[in-house]
């Protein structure tokens, strides 16, 4: 490998672990965060309303940073607003998006199942003009689509690699999304599937992406194989 070729993949490398820190650090947060606020879960109010305004603002433009995890955990709450502010979102991550915000989409992506957040998992994931780290958010958000309680462990997620058998990168908690708010498209899972493989099978995808491609694939499609029984 030259010189110039390992710098950019050890750059790459570098990039996805910084990222999956920030994700495992905002997900944590977010769970803790639910369990608050399933118990304040209230009828439509004036707060609410105000409270919900409030999010697709931190959302749409992730700032105040302070308010990100509070903004993530409390969209469920906002019914069919939220689902469009957190899909709207992610829809309109940039390259120059920054970990923190990208970490409180997909961690507001687990609470609420609903077909535009998934749709809007699917573009990211596909978008080559995207870099590595932004496409592997799009897998998560897709993963937490489908399976609402699963947990990612980051760094497994993106350094193993499952042809050498599982990759142990997920857990799971008791807790799914607090809202279900539409259902996910027909045929959504073996959309997600062949996407991802898509992923897999393209030489120029290497590194951490590579990683966290294969690992989709082997959970969506063992999923898939349980759910079908």
Wanted: glycine residues 10%; charged residues 15%; neutral net charge.
């Amino acid at each position: 490998m030259s010189i110039g070729l390992q710098s950019r993949s050890e750059g790459r490398l570098m990039a996805a672990l910084s990222m999956a820190r920030v994700l495992a650090g905002e997900a944590l947060a977010l769970l803790a965060l639910a369990g608050t606020l399933k118990g304040q879960a209230t009828p439509d109010s004036i707060a609410l309303r105000q409270d919900c305004k409030r999010v697709e603002q931190i959302l749409k433009t992730g700032a105040p940073a302070s308010q990100r995890g509070w903004a993530a955990g409390t969209a469920p709450r906002c019914g069919t607003s939220g689902a469009e502010a957190i899909a709207s979102a992610i829809r309109g991550i940039q390259v120059a998006t920054d970990s923190g915000r990208v970490a409180m989409l997909v961690a507001a992506s687990r609470f609420v199942t609903d077909a535009d957040i998934f749709n809007a998992g699917i573009a990211l994931t596909r978008n080559l003009a995207m870099p590595d780290r932004l496409r592997i958010a799009g897998l998560e958000v897709l993963i937490l689509q489908e399976s609402p309680s699963t947990v990612v462990d980051e760094l497994k997620f993106q350094t193993t690699d499952p042809t050498l058998g599982s990759c142990g990168a997920f857990g799971s908690v008791t807790d799914g999304p607090l809202t279900i708010n539409t259902p996910l498209p027909v045929g959504h899972i073996d959309a997600a599937i062949a996407l991802v493989r898509s992923i897999v099978d393209d030489p120029g995808t290497v590194g951490p992406l590579r990683s966290a491609a294969a690992c989709t694939a082997f959970f969506l499609t063992a999923l898939a194989g349980a759910t079908s029984n």
